[in-house]
């Protein structure tokens, strides 16, 4: 069984202490690379503009897709054309970057939140791939026109960025940098370096959670439900389903980005209540063609920064800004 380093990381317990010194030279070496740029011995390069990233501190859990698909209506809605750029975690795409085909994505090619994100914006490029200079300069030559969004890649100092928008996650009560805690930097130089942090000026305001049948045809769900998800926190998508007035029964959690392979995958459920799923675990699972007992259904979660406006003339500013 491998380490289960969430659990480690919310209980900040002795585990984590005893984690503390590799945390400190992580941190360290860290400081070191973001000085190389800070004082800059390397400049990041710029292959296109304008460059916007939606990122984290932390590994995995706090949302920044739903935020950057949010992000990338709100670009549109200012009359630029928009490309996202994701980093295909666990999938053969991941390495390098390459700009996906139209139409459906295949998860255990593209990664699930590439495919995801495809469902949900079937009509914005996608560029996969870790490399994200590389990625910017697909971008540049095939959407020379179009804003550059990135889904993750805040820490990715090598290419240059117009807009950083950081998600912070203020009830992380463990500030530590890996592996003694979840943090990808430290926090306080992390915030310091973003044009954004939300919350703060913005915040994610409304919130809305729909669910849908495995034919896409709307569904109504009351009373008590199963939960599945491969997530890197799936207690948040069981507070999520329970805040809005559902009864997680049964629930099964597997790791973030789980290919869902599994042949017991259902098993320990009730095949008496609806399965409920996210949208990242469903394109997966829906070429498993799961038969009877089993319903499927799909939550779908949007936010909203608010005020909405007032974010949307920001970001208006900045990105004229940057193209200036």
């Not at 889904?151 to 992380?172: C, R």
């Not at 130089?189 to 896409?216: C, N, Q, V």
């Not at 980005?257 to 098993?267: A, G």
Request: charged share 25%; proline share 8%; glycine share 8%.
């Amino acid at each position: 069984m491998g380490i289960n380093w969430q659990k480690i990381w919310d209980d900040r317990g002795t585990e984590a202490w005893l984690l503390l010194p590799l945390a400190l030279v992580y941190a360290c070496g860290w400081l070191i690379y973001e000085a190389v740029y800070k004082f800059g011995i390397k400049k990041p390069v710029r292959p296109h503009a304008p460059v916007v990233c939606i990122g984290n501190l932390i590994v995995g859990g706090s949302g920044k897709t739903p935020l950057a698909i949010h992000v990338a209506g709100v670009i549109r809605k200012l009359g630029r054309d928009v490309v996202m750029s994701v980093n295909g975690y666990g999938s053969p795409r991941s390495a390098g970057a390459t700009s996906a085909p139209t139409g459906e994505l295949e998860p255990s090619e593209w990664g699930d939140e590439a495919a995801m994100i495809r469902n949900k914006l079937p009509d914005v490029p996608l560029i996969v791939g870790q490399d994200r200079v590389r990625a910017a300069q697909i971008c540049r030559d095939l959407y020379p026109d179009a804003t550059l969004l990135l889904d993750d890649g805040f820490q990715h100092l090598p290419l240059a960025k117009d807009v950083t928008i950081v998600l912070d996650v203020p009830e992380y009560h463990n500030r530590f940098c890996l592996p003694s805690g979840p943090y990808r930097e430290p926090r306080a130089t992390g915030l310091m370096r973003a044009d954004l942090t939300i919350p703060g000026k913005f915040t994610i305001g409304m919130e809305s959670l729909t669910f849908y049948e495995s034919d896409g045809s709307p569904a109504e769900i009351f009373g008590p439900i199963n939960a599945l998800c491969a997530l890197a926190r799936p207690s948040r998508f069981v507070d999520t389903l329970e805040h809005h007035g559902n009864t997680v029964e049964e629930y099964k959690f597997f790791p973030d980005h789980d290919r869902l392979k599994s042949r017991k995958l259902l098993q320990d459920l009730n095949p008496m209540l609806p399965v409920v799923v996210t949208e990242k675990d469903w394109v997966k699972l829906k070429s498993r063609k799961i038969g009877e007992p089993w319903r499927i259904v799909i939550a779908s979660y949007e936010v909203q920064i608010e005020p909405a406006e007032e974010f949307r003339d920001w970001l208006k500013k900045r990105l004229n800004e940057a193209t200036d």
